[in-house]
């Protein structure tokens, strides 16, 4: 005797075969039909059926319509290689363009570099009208002379403060640095 849940598998599996069984036979029925109706032909190939649609003659092409459709197929490959070339340059154009100013940024470029010129040339008048007296060598030297005397000084200050700010920053409380009390110190250095 079969256990209730062996028998209810067996039930099931029946129902879907007999479903399937139930399908293949209205197919095979509506196949019949339209072989009745010589809508389709039938071969035997083993011991099943093959069923493929009714082809006229008449349907079919010529070597010469074959070679005008390859000819159309040629002609068609070639003139969709023309047209992706010249896509290809379209793109290429559309880039150069988005590149370039709009018109509204070239004026406001060009009013800025006309206020530009406006103030070269108005910081070059003096010099053009020879009002601006020449630094002569000796003024040159001199100035040259001060200059080298107070950048040492400069250095060798410059070289005494960061040995006292090292000396100073020796003993700092735990968790702070050099340059953390440098920034809260607010103090600056030349470069």
Known sequence: MESPQVWAANQVYRWRNSCAELRLGYATKALEELHEQNAISRKAA????????????KDSTSPEEISAMDKEIQRLREEISAIKTKEKILQANIITLNATMSSH???????????EKKEIIARLGPLRAGTVKPVSQEEKDVVEKAWKEWSRKASVRKRI????????????????????LWEELGLEADE
């Open 105 to 115: 940024d070239l004026q406001a470029s060009i009013a800025a570099l006309e206020l």
């Open 46 to 57: 083993s011991e099943r059926m093959i069923y493929q649609p009714n082809q006229d003659p």
């Open 161 to 180: 403060c960061m040995d006292l700010w090292e000396y100073c920053t020796e003993e700092l409380p735990e968790g702070q640095t050099r340059e953390e």
